[in-house]
């Protein structure tokens, strides 16, 4: 609920969907990622890089329910470099 000066009013959750804040085709692509990470990755210690950090990002993405994600080496070093410019190096 959101309260206003005058009165409280409920909001539809259904706004907040990723298809209404963005597009429908987006959010069958959507990642959630922690705004909390998003806000300190910078200042964890060590501090992670922006391309560790994108790493990150990417290892989320396969996250779709509570067992660990596990993508490839390959598949990660592919997204990385096509992300940032960055190579993993895997073998």
Known sequence: MVKTSKTTKKRDPSQFSVA????PRLAKHWTPV????LEHFASLKPPLTAAE?????????FKWD????????ATLA??????TGCELEHG
């Open 53 to 61: 950090a994108m790493l990150v990002v990417q290892l989320i993405s």
């Open 66 to 73: 509570e067992s660990n994600p596990f993508p490839s080496v």
């Open 34 to 37: 922690s705004r909390a990470f």
């Open 78 to 83: 592919a997204r990385m470099a096509d992300a």
């Open 20 to 23: 209404k804040r963005w597009t």
